[in-house]
């Protein structure tokens, strides 16, 4: 019996770490891969929308050569974290590469993006992190399935935006 116990415990513990990144708890890139193409299946037969919006903290390159990277990581952790509270329990929220975010929302009601657009823009202004002051991001964002039918499209047009957001 404590075999078996153990043996599943150390099976949850190695799904977690394969699932999750090790700094910030967030989904990694693999997982989404995955959801996604189970997610895209139901959503298509129920008609339903999904968000994806990708997050892009500015000038963190600049955090980490100036206060280091110690520094950098809390304050990606911290990110991560504020980014999760403000996700619904269905949502996924990824940390896709270096300073950069996903936040995939499920079952996307009609105008809710351009308040949570608002509310992580000031969430981030107000994080509360000793050292760095201010905290700013580039945000793109897409909907499935208006902006296109794969995750990867669906990178690619919130990608542009976020782009868009960064040149204004």
């Keep these: 019996m404590l075999v078996?116990?153990?043996?599943?415990?150390?099976?949850?513990?190695?799904?977690?770490?394969?699932?999750?990144?090790?700094?910030?708890?967030?989904?990694?890139?693999?997982?989404?891969?995955?959801?996604?193409?189970?997610?895209?299946?139901q959503y298509r037969s129920r008609g339903k929308k999904m968000g994806v919006v990708l997050i892009d903290l500015d000038e963190f390159k600049d955090i980490n050569d100036t206060f280091g990277h110690q520094t950098g990581d809390e304050l990606l952790r911290c990110v991560a974290e504020l980014i999760m509270n403000i996700a619904k329990k269905e949502d996924y929220v990824v940390r896709w590469g270096g300073d950069e975010f996903v936040h995939v929302i499920l079952d996307l009601k009609e105008d809710t993006l351009s308040d949570y657009v608002r509310n992580l823009r000031g969430k981030l202004c107000n994080l509360d992190m000793e050292v760095v002051q201010t905290v700013s991001a580039s945000i793109g964002i897409a909907v499935y399935p208006d902006d296109g039918e794969t995750f990867e499209a669906l990178i690619q047009k919130a990608d542009t935006s976020m782009y868009e957001m960064k040149k204004a």
């Design 4 to 41: 078996a116990w153990t043996g599943g415990r150390q099976y949850d513990v190695a799904k977690f770490y394969s699932e999750k990144d090790p700094l910030t708890n967030a989904y990694n890139r693999r997982t989404i891969d995955k959801v996604f193409k189970k997610q895209i299946y």
